[in-house]
C-alpha cells in the first residue's frame, strides 16, 4: 500500500535521485544527452532542491511504497510558482513517479493529495505545466479535469520546446 508523507530535508538525496531519474527516462528519448545533462546540471541539483524544501510556499511530499521513496508531490502557492500572474491558484510543478511503479497508482494518489490542498487554500483552480510530447501525461490530467489554457516554450539545451500550461478550476 502506498503511503504519502510530507517531505523534509532529511529527503533531499533520494529526491534528487527521483528527479533525475524521472527526468531522464521522459526527456532522454527525444534529446540529445547532452541538452539532458546540461539541464540537469542547471536545474536538478541537490542545492536547488533543498532551497525549494525550504521554502514556505512550496510543499513537497513523497510517496513510499514497502519503505522505498517510488514519487513525490510539489506544489506551489502564488509567489513560488513558475509562471507569473496565475494569483489565487496552486501549481502542480511535479508529479515525479518512478517507471517501474507508475501502473501502482501513485501519481492518482498525488494528484488527489494536491487537489485537495488546493480546496484547503481556496484557491479558484490547480495547474500546471506538461511537455507537449509526454501524452501519457496529459492523458492523466484530462482524466482529472484539467483543460489547456496557454502554452509555455522553455529550451532543452538550444531546442525550443513547448509545455502545455493545464488548469483545473475548483
Do not use: C
Amino acid at each position: 500500500m502506498i503511503q504519502i508523507r510530507r517531505a523534509s530535508i532529511a529527503d533531499v538525496d533520494e529526491l534528487l535521485s527521483i528527479s533525475q531519474l524521472t527526468f531522464v527516462q521522459t526527456f532522454g528519448p527525444h534529446n540529445t544527452e547532452q541538452a539532458i545533462k546540461t539541464y540537469l546540471t542547471q536545474n536538478l541539483t541537490l542545492e536547488k532542491l533543498a532551497t525549494e524544501l525550504v521554502d514556505p510556499r512550496a510543499q513537497f511530499f513523497v510517496a513510499i511504497d514497502n519503505g522505498q521513496m517510488v514519487g513525490y508531490l510539489k506544489v506551489n502557492e502564488f509567489g513560488s510558482q513558475t509562471e507569473s500572474g496565475l494569483s489565487n491558484s496552486l501549481e502542480v510543478q511535479r508529479i515525479y513517479v518512478l517507471k517501474k511503479d507508475q501502473s501502482k497508482k501513485v501519481g492518482q494518489e498525488l494528484m488527489k493529495l494536491a487537489i485537495k490542498i488546493a480546496h484547503e487554500l481556496k484557491v479558484n483552480y490547480v495547474w500546471l505545466g506538461v511537455w507537449e510530447n509526454n501524452t501519457k501525461a496529459i492523458t492523466f490530467y484530462e482524466r482529472f479535469g484539467f483543460r489547456k489554457f496557454a502554452i509555455h516554450t522553455f529550451h532543452m539545451g538550444t531546442h525550443p520546446q513547448n509545455d502545455l500550461l493545464m488548469k483545473l478550476i475548483m
